[in-house]
């Protein structure tokens, strides 16, 4: 065959291979010469740049400088993404409007925001208080770009030389970036935000709007935000009036106002000041002779009767205003709010007294609380441990993780798709993505049959998985399972920071204390929606209203099921009674709650609720350090019942849907028919008694105190009307906080009404 393929000459010839090969190794013989050619000419090119000796190392060190300096733009740029999502140019609009707050009552309780017409130019204000300032804050302010690298190694050397913090490296342009962004948490993090953030607004501001911006917006302590605030709060009068003893006072808040601040600590407040004046002279920028006469002549403050201000209700309820304010071209308002001052001081105590007491040696530093009623009015909001130190609103700002707070959410969605609390679920989970959930106990689930209740009221992580990832279905060319339905509800719910993983179901999310309490609060509200909201009226500068809650929002939806609701309610009252809230429950009312552990003990939470409150608590650390162990059975169930034992004044609180009346209430109620039935007609007189829960021994001996008190004043006894024969009297008597007598029953009438509207626990009231 191969004969006849390579025959030779005339018609018999079909392929010359031997030509096709030679063509081939001609080709690329030339291609290789040409490319030599090219090589050498290209060498004989780069030869005239060789370098050798000190050119040569010179050019070396530059090339690797490149190289460093590529993969370090690389790393910084990775750093700068954290601190570039905190940037937030609504911040600076906070001096848009101009807000006086009253309580619910109409009684003014502070302000917030910078006045128009009250407004300080930079110009206009004191060169003392601006030198003051800068002497003491930031003396080379002018002179570096948002970072003084210089200030921050020499701030080093003396806290060495001190053995201790006696000078701080951060600048003025760091500070404002803290105040207007940051959380005051001592990590590297915070300072890696603050430094790209300090160095962000010195790119967008001149230093002359950067200092304006500062002597605006620091907390100056009493409420006062800024120079021109603090210099009317402590002197009564503009920052413009100010003398140097006055100017060196106001300077000295801005390190630390609740340490500082001459109401709070005037000892302390002096010796600040003198330190303000002793860094004016070290600064150069006045002589021990011009100082000396501020020494002797201290700064005189007003005094104040009552210091008392809800400041972290303030800056969120601020925040609310600015967005019913929007569109309306009104910028200078009076807002009545839904602030409780009294449960607002009962909060506080409760998670200062919490965390002083057990925080440190649990190494849980800080906590929030928010306290709403069942329709989402916010009565109290704790955001941290001392405002002074931190302005940041850990209530309303700082996402953590939920936990196991997390879980009811998943169970109402099991509720909604045809589950019962009594239906039975297998104590185990599929795996997602080669992930298996283990339980508290470290164990992947024994795999037998719990009830719905049992399961959430002991907190397994295996069927709150097994949950979330069933309820498989495949709708257009689209495969769904129980996440999804569980981030539906959230989305009714108002509630925001999940997503959908495989341990979604145990709040892997971040999601603020505020609005998880709402997501609480529409199972306490029997299914209704019910957002937290702060502002009940809004009236302008002409006394005109703008806006009115009760007017200008319509009726909450129903966004989930009254079944849902209550199922899930009593659920949640197993958790309290039976399982891991044990600590929260009340013994005058019915609690449902959930506790929430995240991982390595990172958060701890309690949210629960009783027919009147939805309380959140939050236990942790700003900087995400792991506490000693501390799970939400603990510390927020403590301090959430420590809150509610003292809020829960009277007896004036509905039955929770889905339960039936405690039986504490129900023996109140019961007294109150008997006054009813002894008093068919009761007069104003006993209108207004109440039933009280002292013993009656108790109350017999206050009666004998009270009568010998009124002997020894010479006052008579009034003596008992008898309705039969006198007419009733129609005096109306004025009402009082239920806060300023010891802890009561409601009155007969209003315990009558409550024991007719009171449903059994098949069909509760709904709100």
């Known amino acids: 065959m191969s004969d006849w393929f390579f025959k030779q000459g005339g018609r018999d010839k079909l392929i010359n291979w031997i030509g096709i090969d030679s063509k081939i190794d001609s080709t690329l013989a030339d291609a290789w010469a040409r490319l030599k050619d090219y090589w050498n000419i290209g060498s004989s090119f780069f030869a005239r740049f060789r370098l050798s000796g000190w050119k040569r190392l010179l050019n070396e060190l530059l090339s690797e400088s490149l190289t460093v300096g590529a993969a370090g733009l690389v790393f910084l740029y990775g750093l700068a993404i954290p601190a570039l999502q905190e940037f937030d140019e609504e911040r600076f609009l906070t001096g848009k409007y101009s807000v006086k707050f009253l309580d619910r009552a109409g009684n003014e309780i502070g302000q917030r925001g910078i006045l128009h017409n009250d407004a300080v130019p930079l110009d206009e204000i ?172 201290p700064a005189k403050t007003i005094e104040h009767n009552d210091l008392a201000s809800p400041d972290w209700f303030l800056d969120w309820a601020f925040q609310e205003v600015a967005r019913l304010g ?16 009294g449960l607002q001081k009962i909060a506080e105590n409760a998670v200062v007294s919490m965390v002083r007491r057990s925080g440190r040696a649990k190494r849980a530093r800080s906590a929030a609380l928010v306290a709403m009623e069942t329709d989402g009015s916010v009565r109290a909001i704790v955001g941290g441990m001392d405002y002074g130190r931190s302005q940041f609103n850990r209530a309303t700002s700082a996402k953590r993780q939920p936990g196991s707070s997390f879980k009811p959410y998943v169970y109402a969605m099991a509720l909604e798709n045809g589950y019962k609390p009594g239906s039975t679920v297998r104590d185990s989970s599929p795996s997602c993505n080669r992930w298996r959930p283990r339980n508290y106990n470290g164990s992947y689930g024994g795999g037998g049959r719990i009830s719905l209740t049992r399961a959430l009221a002991k907190s397994l992580n295996t069927v709150a998985v097994g949950l979330s990832l069933g309820f498989r279905e495949k709708k257009d060319g689209k495969t769904t399972d129980g996440r999804d339905k569980v981030l539906n509800l959230l989305q009714r719910l108002g509630v925001s920071g999940a997503r959908k993983s495989c341990s979604m179901a145990l709040g892997d999310g971040g999601m603020t204390p505020l609005e998880h309490t709402s997501g609480f609060a529409t199972f306490a509200n029997d299914g209704k929606l019910a957002r937290p909201y702060a502002i009940l009226e809004l009236v302008n500068s002409r006394g005109q209203l703008i806006y009115n809650r009760q007017r200008d929002e319509g009726e909450p939806l129903q966004v989930v099921a009254p079944r849902v609701a209550r199922n899930l309610n009593r659920m949640l009252h197993s958790v309290v009674e039976a399982g891991t809230g044990r600590r929260a429950k009340l013994d005058f009312t019915h609690v449902v709650g959930k506790t929430g552990t995240s991982s390595s003990y990172r958060d701890a939470w309690f949210m ?74 009761p007069t104003p007189d006993l209108e207004q008694k109440t039933v009280s829960l002292l013993p009656d021994r108790t109350r017999g001996v206050l009666r004998k105190l009270i009568g010998t008190m009124r002997t020894a004043a010479g006052i008579k006894a009034k003596p008992k009307s008898d309705p039969a024969t006198k007419p009733a009297d129609t005096t109306t008597t004025p009402k009082t906080d239920d806060r300023a007598s010891a802890p009561s029953v409601r009155s007969a009438r209003e315990l009558a009404r409550s024991g007719r509207e009171t449903a059994p626990a098949s069909a509760p009231v709904q709100r």
Do not use: C
Not at 278 to 285: D, I, K, M, P, R
Not at 326 to 341: F, P, S
Not at 620 to 629: E, I, K, L, M
Not at 647 to 667: D, F
């Open 126 to 297: 004191p060169d003392s208080v601006i030198k003051a300032t800068l002497a003491t804050e930031d003396r080379r302010f002018f002179e570096h770009f948002g970072i003084d690298f210089l200030g921050t190694f020499r701030a080093l050397v003396q806290n060495l030389r001190a053995n201790g913090v006696v000078q701080g490296g951060s600048t003025l342009t760091q500070q404002l970036a803290k105040n207007l962004f940051l959380s005051s948490e001592r990590s590297i993090q915070r300072k890696i935000k603050e430094a790209f953030l300090a160095s962000l607004l010195e790119s967008r501001y001149t230093k002359r709007q950067i200092l304006k911006l500062y002597l605006d917006r620091a907390y100056m302590g009493g409420g006062a935000f800024g120079v021109e605030a603090a210099s009317q709060f402590y002197f009564g009068k503009s920052v413009r009036k100010v003398n140097l003893a006055e100017a060196a006072m106001l300077a000295g808040l801005f390190k630390a106002p609740t340490n500082f601040a001459p109401h709070v600590n005037l000892p302390a407040s002096r010796a600040r000041t003198n330190e303000v004046l002793s860094n004016l002279v070290e600064a150069g920028f006045y002589t021990p002779a011009q100082v000396h006469q501020a020494r002797l002549k």
């Open 326 to 341: 929007k569109g309306k071209d009104e910028y200078v308002l009076t807002a009545r709010t839904t602030i409780d001052l």
């Open 608 to 681: 629960g609720f009783t027919g009147k409150y939805v309380t959140g608590v939050w236990f942790g650390n700003d900087d995400f350090r792991p506490t000693r162990g501390v799970t939400g059975g603990s510390l927020p169930a403590q301090t959430w019942h420590n809150f509610n034992k003292l809020a829960h004044t009277n007896m004036n609180i509905k039955t929770i849907p889905g339960l039936q009346e405690h039986p504490v209430q129900a023996e109140a109620r019961l007294q109150r028919e008997e006054l009813l039935r002894q008093n068919p007609q």
